[in-house]
């Protein structure tokens, strides 16, 4: 059975039995305790946990998953996989365990065609429930079914929903290990197919359990491993998932698959990490120094390290993403749209890692050697923390190296550095935690959500009733309205801040955020008293909300109008939208030079000139999808989308607020474009008054500078021109007596004595002009010259040298005399030193060679 087969017969199979199919969700979650989409419940998580309404009581997915765990044994088994599908399905509040079990069977022994005398079952130990209904409902023999304890009970934490699961299990036979069932056999014998879960128990503080009002069903089954199992093969390799893949693998290593098992590791390790990274990058996630971009730099460069140190200098990337494609471009279309897009990104990482690999793995071989020359197994800590910093080895591939050896990172020291280099900004989370999840879930089964009705200006101030108010700490509250115009904090754009006033008191609004799947929470500070049941008087301040949405649809503009001059790779990284200005981050591999800047912002302010109006509509996200409107990152879309069409070039999913017509944002200037990591640009930009005031600062300080130079506006470039070049002729003629005066001096040096090394204290000169001197003396005959001297407090030293002495070697032993170091040629080498008192001695040293 091929894969494509083994999707078509699941979902089918739940779509004939009531369940409505959900496409899969991005790797990237919106739960952000989670840095990957790991289960195919966490997309329904909300729905779980009552936060939002599901579009349906039952549901079906093939969901794409990454695990990071299993990295550092991809290639070294036959089953473990970083990036994998899970296949389920899914009931919120619908039928319970009769309905999961009876599913479960029914297509595992029928859709699937397994033997149900090579079936298990287990339960958990207290579930006497579902071990009756697999006895005497389904007929599976008691001996067959097993009780667990932990392994059958699953949890989202310390609190909040949980119950026992039930695990199908299947034997592979006598040959792969012990009999006795899951409980007791070979691990390698019964592997388990599906994982059923039944959330029936709400968990306390303290591990308290009580009945859950409405009861689920989320279950799992490993695509890969159903799928190896229905072909009767040993390994998810073997699928038609992996075959080109691994003959990619092969192809690039030059090497048979199933002749060499270490071959055979690096050929498993290349497929499964590049059909990952191929997954990961379709999806939005770029590589990086942290989060998950440094989770997929690490496999990178894992597939490239394998393919290496196997032999093979054949660049994998663009191979491997296509071998990706062949088997899961049908089931997730928008990989062949990006395919370019993905080469050119891993590409691009592939090359970067490339040229510092061979340094990296030299320098690794000849500290490794050395260790082992000591006859210790410690690698050291500040060897590991270069390769990291200046080669580009993630600690875990350098660590999984010198494990083949026998060896151990010092990661104590290796911490101690990168605490040392490494002083992250990280902005401070902006919740406040005045209320936890439980009582924003009671407020919405109490009250339901909050209605925003703040779209239009006309509504801006209106009448509302008051449905809640939680005291904070230091005097903050959150309140909570009927239906509100405040704004809550969402797609980049900040929340509105304003007043809520009653008769008897006033809320001073200083943000506004989604606490809970459209619950609104008012965050500041009141005085006087302020009671639910209340009705008060909301008012946003206007004329923030104004300059927010002028900058917001100014953002949509850029993001059109960069996609139309540099690619349509590029895709929005995260945004910020408020009244001063507008941050945009966006995939690119390279700098926004100035041509393409201009272009970009030509036709941002030419579609804002032609002032057309800005249009929202509300429709399916299929539909949206169809118009060619462009999702943002990191938001969340519903079945139901709100739909921007801002001028000529812009189709946007976005539930921000925008002008009316494109003419209300006055104009877009950009401040700033800059590099925030690898592949990831930043544009920091101005409209309407901030790009006027900004217009005017800088005419102000251009008619500074022309009265400097005593010319006009217009003139101000030549004249400056005229200005450099005069300084650049004085500063050639400078040069040019420096250099008269250091041949002098040489000369001067040169007969005072006839010594063949030369040693000598010349003060009052830079490094630069002391390495010439330097030369100049070594020029004239003499087979190495040593000079030292001081300039402004700072030392400088330096050697120069025919095959005599390596001038190289010689500065840095000097240089530790003076605090110092430094580095050159063999024949010509430079230090500089922090301490003046310590030439004597350099000079002393240097005699002595």
């Given at each position: ?360 793995l030299s320098l690794l071989d000849d500290a490794r050697r050395d260790v082992e020359g000591a006859g210790t197994t410690i690698f050291p800590g500040d060897i590991a923390f270069r390769l990291h910093d200046t ?159 002028r900058n917001h649809t100014a953002t949509h503009l850029l993001h059109s109008a960069l996609r139309n001059v540099l690619g349509d790779h590029v895709r929005q990284q995260g945004s910020y939208v408020g009244p ?143 200005v450099m070049e005069r300084q650049r002729d004085t500063e050639r003629e400078i040069a040019a007596l420096r250099q008269s005066q250091l041949s002098v001096f040489a000369e001067q040096l040169h007969t005072q ?97």
């Amino acid at each position: 059975m091929e894969a494509a087969e083994l999707r078509s017969i699941f979902l089918t199979y739940f779509a004939d039995n009531g369940h409505l199919i959900v496409p899969s969700a991005s790797l990237i979650p919106h739960d952000p305790s989670l840095l990957f989409t790991v289960a195919g419940m966490v997309p329904f998580k909300p729905y779980f946990l009552l936060e939002e309404t599901p579009p349906s009581p039952r549901a079906v997915s093939i969901q794409k998953c990454f695990r990071a765990p299993d990295i550092d044994i991809i290639g070294t088994t036959q089953r473990h996989l970083t990036f994998f599908e899970m296949m389920g399905n899914f009931s919120f509040g619908d039928y319970f365990k009769e309905g999961a079990i009876r599913y479960a069977w029914g297509l595992v022994t029928e859709g699937f065609g397994l033997d149900p005398e090579r079936l298990w079952v287990t339960v958990h130990h207290s579930d006497d429930q579902a071990e009756e209904l697999w006895r005497d409902m389904i007929g599976v023999r008691p001996e067959r079914i097993q009780r667990l304890g932990e392994d059958n009970f699953w949890d989202m934490g310390e609190t909040g929903p949980c119950g026992p699961c039930s695990e199908i299990f299947y034997d592979k036979g006598r040959s792969f290990g012990a009999d006795g069932g899951p409980a007791f056999g070979g691990d390698d014998r019964f592997i388990e197919i599906w994982n059923l879960v039944f959330m029936q128990f709400e968990k306390g503080p303290g591990g308290s359990m009580v009945d859950l009002p409405r009861q689920n069903i989320d279950t799992g089954a490993g695509f890969e491993r159903v799928l190896s199992i229905l072909n009767g093969v040993e390994s998810v390799f073997a699928t038609d998932l992996f075959t080109p893949l691994i003959d990619t693998a092969s192809r690039a290593l030059n090497a048979p698959y199933g002749r060499d098992e270490t071959t055979d590791v690096a050929i498993r390790r290349i497929a499964e990490h590049g059909r990952a990274m191929t997954m990961l990058v379709g999806d939005g996630v770029l590589p990086s120094n942290e989060g998950r971009g440094y989770v997929l730099r690490r496999i990178i460069r894992r597939a490239i390290l394998a393919a290496r140190r196997s032999g093979s200098d054949v660049t994998l990337a663009a191979a491997l993403v296509d071998a990706t494609l062949d088997k899961m471009g049908e089931a997730y279309p928008a990989l062949l749209k990006d395919r370019d897009v993905i080469v050119s990104i891993l590409e691009r990482e592939e090359a970067g890692f490339a040229r510092t690999l061979r340094t990296g793995l030299s320098l690794l071989d000849d500290a490794r050697r050395d260790v082992e020359g000591a006859g210790t197994t410690i690698f050291p800590g500040d060897i590991a923390f270069r390769l990291h910093d200046t080669h580009g080895f993630p600690i875990e591939l350098t660590s999984e190296i010198v494990a083949e050896g026998g060896l151990e990172v010092d990661r104590a020291a290796f911490d101690a550095a990168m605490t040392a280099q490494r002083q992250r900004a990280r902005a401070s989370s902006k919740a406040l935690h005045l209320a936890d999840d439980a009582q924003y879930r009671e407020l919405i089964e109490r009250h339901g959500t909050t209605e925003f009705v703040g779209r239009d200006v006309s509504r801006y101030s209106l009448e509302t009733t008051v449905l809640a108010i939680l005291a904070g700490e230091d005097g903050t509250s959150e309140l909570f309205l009927e239906s509100t115009p405040f704004y809550a904090e969402s797609g980049g754009q900040v929340g509105d801040v304003g007043t809520f006033v009653t008769e008897s008191g006033r809320f001073e609004v200083l943000d506004t955020q989604n606490v809970a799947g459209g619950l609104f929470a008012h965050r500041g500070r009141h005085t006087g008293e302020i009671l639910p049941g209340q009705v008060g008087v909301a008012t946003i301040d206007p004329a923030r909300r104004e300059a927010t949405r002028r900058n917001h649809t100014a953002t949509h503009l850029l993001h059109s109008a960069l996609r139309n001059v540099l690619g349509d790779h590029v895709r929005q990284q995260g945004s910020y939208v408020g009244p001063e200005r507008l941050r945009f981050d966006f995939a690119h591999g390279a700098s926004v030079h100035p041509e393409e800047m201009n272009e970009i912002l030509t036709m941002v302010n030419t579609d804002v000139v032609a002032n057309e109006p800005v249009d929202t509509i509300q429709t399916s996200k299929t539909d949206a999808e169809k118009m060619g409107a462009i999702a943002f990152f990191g938001d969340k879309y519903g079945d139901l989308v709100r739909v921007v069409r801002a001028g000529r070039h812009s189709l946007e999913f976005c539930g921000g607020t925008h002008v009316d017509r494109l003419g209300d944002i006055g104009q877009i200037q950009v401040v700033s474009e800059a590099s925030i990591g690898s592949n990831t640009r930043r544009i920091e930009a101005l409209s309407a008054m901030g790009a006027f005031r900004r217009s005017a600062e800088m005419e102000n300080s251009l008619s500074a500078v022309a009265t400097l130079l005593k010319t006009s506006l217009d003139d101000v470039v030549p004249s400056l021109e005229r200005v450099m070049e005069r300084q650049r002729d004085t500063e050639r003629e400078i040069a040019a007596l420096r250099q008269s005066q250091l041949s002098v001096f040489a000369e001067q040096l040169h007969t005072q004595s006839d010594a063949a090394i030369l040693v000598a204290r010349v003060d009052g000169y830079g490094g630069d002009q002391l390495r010439a001197l330097a030369q100049d003396l070594q020029r004239r005959g003499r087979r190495a010259v040593v000079l030292a001297g001081v300039n402004d407090d700072k030392v400088s030293i330096a050697v120069a040298s025919d095959e005599t002495l390596n001038a190289q070697s010689v500065v840095k032993k000097l240089a530790h005399l003076v605090g110092g170091g430094g580095g050159g040629s063999p024949r010509l080498a430079l230090a500089g030193g922090r301490d003046p008192q310590g030439i004597d001695r350099v000079l002393i040293a240097a005699a002595a060679l």
